[in-house]
C-alpha cells in the first residue's frame, strides 16, 4: 500500500474504548486525553508530529503519552508511516531511561532489557485487536510497568531485587554500629511491580495489583510487600538473620500493627473497587 502523504489529514474512526477490566467497567480515559485527541484530529501529520514535540505538561500543546498511543494507531493503520515513526520516537524517548533504571538489576544489559520491553509494548499498540491497546490509553505509565515487569522476571538479578543499590540493611541494625537517625532502606516503590511474584498475569492484572498496592501508606506499604512478596519473616531466633524488625529498628508488635493497618486498606479497596 502506498503510504498517504504527510500533508493529508489524520483519518479517525470511533474513539470509544470497548474492552473491560477485571472488575467488569469498560476502559475510560482521562477527560485531558480525550481532550487531547479531539484537538488534534484535525491536524494533518506533519502538525501532529510538530504538537508532538513539546515536553512541557504545561503548555497547552503538551500530548500525553496516552494521546501518542491512539495517533500511533491512527497513523499506523492508515499508512501515514513517517509521522507514526516519529511519534513512536518521541514515545521511546520518553520512557527509555525510566526502563534502563528499572532493568538496571538484571543479569542482561539495560539495552537488551529495553528493546524486549518495547518490543512488547508496540505488539500491543499496533495489534489489530483494538483491545490489546486499549489500557496504554488509559494508564500508559501502569501499562509499562507491567510489561516490564513481565520482562524483569525472566531473568535472574545481579543483587538483591527488594534493595537494588541500597545496602541491604541499615546501619542501625549491622553489628557494631551505632544507631543514627535515618530512614532504613525500603523497597524502591517506583519499581515495586516489578520485583512481585505474578507468574502468568496479564497487563491488566499487574496493573490492578500496582493500583491496590498504592492505597497502602508507608511504612505499611514496603512492610506488606516484604512480608507476602519476598517472604520476609518479621522477626527470628536467629541473630544475623534479616526480618522486617531488623529492617525498620522496630519491634514484632509494631510491624504486625503495620501489616494489618496494610491488610485493612487492601479490604478497603476491594470493596470500592467493584
Known amino acids: 500500500m502506498d503510504e498517504i502523504p504527510d500533508s493529508a489529514t489524520i483519518p479517525t474512526t470511533d474513539t470509544a474504548l470497548t474492552g473491560k477490566p477485571i472488575k467488569g467497567r469498560r476502559y ?32 497547552s500543546q503538551f500530548l500525553s503519552e496516552e494521546t501518542l498511543v491512539y495517533f500511533i494507531r491512527q497513523l499506523h493503520s492508515t499508512g501515514q508511516h513517517s509521522a507514526r515513526d516519529q511519534l513512536i520516537e518521541m514515545l521511546m524517548a520518553r520512557y527509555s531511561k525510566i526502563v534502563h533504571r528499572r532493568v538496571s ?23 489489530l485487536n483494538p483491545g490489546l491497546a486499549e489500557y496504554l490509553q488509559v494508564n ?19 543483587f538483591a531485587p527488594v534493595f537494588g543499590e541500597l545496602d541491604p540493611l541499615p546501619p542501625e541494625a549491622k553489628p557494631g554500629v551505632a544507631k543514627k537517625t535515618q530512614s532504613p532502606a525500603l523497597v524502591d516503590m517506583d519499581t515495586e511491580i516489578e520485583e512481585v511474584e505474578s507468574l502468568g498475569l496479564s ?46 529498628g522496630k519491634s514484632d508488635k509494631t510491624i504486625s500493627t503495620w501489616l494489618k493497618i496494610a491488610e485493612d486498606h487492601l479490604e478497603k479497596w476491594r470493596r470500592t473497587d467493584v
Open 28 to 59: 475510560q480515559r482521562r477527560s485531558e486525553v480525550d481532550l487531547q485527541i479531539r484537538e488534534a484530529t484535525h491536524l494533518t501529520p506533519d502538525e501532529l508530529v510538530r504538537r508532538a514535540r513539546s515536553r512541557d505538561k504545561k503548555s
Open 105 to 127: 538489576a538484571l543479569s542482561i544489559s539495560r539495552d537488551d532489557a529495553l528493546s524486549e520491553v518495547t518490543v512488547r509494548l508496540f505488539r500491543r499498540i499496533l495489534a
Open 140 to 158: 500508559f505509565w501502569s501499562a509499562l510497568k507491567a510489561i516490564t515487569f513481565d520482562v524483569c522476571r525472566k531473568y535472574p538479578v545481579k
Open 203 to 248: 497487563v491488566e492484572e499487574i496493573a490492578s495489583i500496582d493500583e491496590a498496592l498504592n492505597t497502602i501508606p508507608e511504612p505499611a506499604r514496603t512492610a506488606f510487600i516484604l512480608y507476602h512478596y519476598f517472604d520476609l519473616p518479621i522477626t527470628s531466633i536467629k541473630s544475623n538473620a534479616d526480618t522486617i524488625s531488623r529492617r525498620f
